[in-house]
């Protein structure tokens, strides 16, 4: 299973790298995921976060 956030569900998305030629290849945009020590579900756990939800303040980091 591919890794995702676990507050969001943030997960890779599929696009192309497109050349000046054109000529097209498959590439995966994977979120900026980070392992992060926080409370969740009332427990402190290490969980995959990403950085935007880390930005926001979705995330309480353990003291």
């Known amino acids: 299973m591919s890794k995702q956030c676990t507050i969001c569900g943030k997960k890779p998305m599929v696009g192309s790298n497109i050349s000046h030629a054109h000529n097209i290849n498959k590439r995966r945009f994977n979120p900026n995921l980070q392992k992060v ?27």
């Open 37 to 63: 020590r926080a409370v969740y579900n009332g427990q402190v756990k290490k969980i995959n976060v990403c950085t935007n939800c880390i930005k926001s303040g979705r995330v309480v980091k353990a003291a």
